[in-house]
């Protein structure tokens, strides 16, 4: 049975002042992962909310999970992301149940 496309869902905690800096960091990191295999698209959100928990979300939809954690756990991203760590973050992989 082919595996089915996911959905990464990922959330990350950056203040105000941080916007313009997380977001040079977030475009390098996306720069790469758009290269790799499994890759469909990408889409990074901002809280239109004053205070929020998570100010940017990313939902990239990536052809199979397993592409998506490959591409996350290689040594390239690791160097790509590596201004991102500054930034916790809340991430998983999905699965469409229902539409």
């Not at 720069?31 to 205070?51: C, F, T, V």
Request: include cysteine; hydrophobic fraction near 40%; glycine fraction near 4%.
């Amino acid at each position: 049975m082919a595996e089915e496309q996911c959905t990464a869902i990922v959330a990350y905690e950056v203040t105000a002042e941080d916007r313009e800096k997380f977001l040079n960091a977030w475009k390098k990191a996306d720069d790469y992962l758009k290269e790799q295999p499994g890759y469909i698209n990408s889409s990074l959100h901002e809280a239109a909310s004053a205070n929020p928990d998570f100010r940017f979300v990313n939902v990239g939809c990536w052809a199979s999970a397993d592409d998506f954690r490959n591409a996350t756990q290689s040594s390239g991203f690791r160097e790509a992301s590596g201004s991102l760590e500054a930034y916790p973050i809340h991430a998983a992989a999905y699965e469409v149940v229902e539409i």
